[in-house]
């Protein structure tokens, strides 16, 4: 690959290679060192939309046979890149058949802030789900999203694959005490089975946070009872209960709708 400096590796016994593929492996690693791997032309492109860079670019040796890797990599002219070998690289990337350029990110730290609407998220186990929620969330207009301590890992590979760039866009709280949160919020809206209020009759143009909770156990107790309004989605159809991900996107959307309207 005609590269110019661009590091080139080899070893796996390499220290940079080492490093790089723990975080690609291990959400302990990611945490501890604040940092993921974005794969692929998407993810990298949505990051350079919003205005972030990676602390480093990592290209396939053969990258350069890809006209979209190569343009995608000018996009971040003054980021460090390295080179590694085909087998290397195949290592570090998350999907079967790899794009060919990966990022290095330093997860962004954000404070608290006040939301017109915010969406809290209590032991969603599947990073599908998560990454799902959290694109439907970019796109109704979230401003932010609070994570339970038992949520999957909010910048994990198979969660940023879902979310499609919805990462960038909205501030992602991971570990946080969910009631202590709600607690702030002047309208906390959650969706159970059990309620009679519809969600297509509530008011929702204001500020307002959505509960969200596990796909098996729903919202525990604790933070059910934070809930200013318990509201269920109709479902006609012969079915008990809806994906977490669709009930989410359903729920937001419906504010869409409402804002719209007025």
Known sequence: ???????????????????????????RERR?????????????????????????????????????????ATRFADTPRIVLSAALFDQLSPVEHPTGILGLLDIPQVAPQASACSVLLENIQDPGNLGSILRS??????????????????????????????HFVLALHEQQVLS?????????????????????????????????????AGLSPDL?????????IPMPGKVESLNVAAAAAICLFERVRQLQRD
């Open 224 to 232: 059910l009872a934070r809930a200013t309004c318990q509201v269920t």
């Open 32 to 72: 501890k060192l604040g940092q993921t791997l974005l794969d692929g032309v998407h993810l990298l492109s949505a990051l350079a939309d919003s205005g972030g860079a990676p602390r480093l670019l990592v290209l396939r040796a053969d990258a350069d046979s890809a006209p979209e890797i190569m343009l995608c």
């Open 180 to 216: 202590e949160v709600a607690a702030q919020c002047v309208v906390v809206v959650a969706t159970t089975l059990s309620a009679t209020q519809l969600l297509y009759e509530t008011d929702l143009t204001g500020q307002v946070a959505f509960l969200f909770g596990n796909e098996g």
């Open 1 to 27: 690959m005609a590269a110019g400096s661009n590091k080139q590796i080899r070893s796996a016994d390499n220290p940079q290679f080492k490093l790089l593929k723990k975080i690609a492996g291990a959400s």
């Open 137 to 166: 969330a970019a796109a109704a207009g979230v401003d932010a999203v609070y994570l339970s301590q038992g949520c999957a890992e909010a910048w994990s590979p198979k969660a940023l694959r879902a979310g499609m760039g919805a």
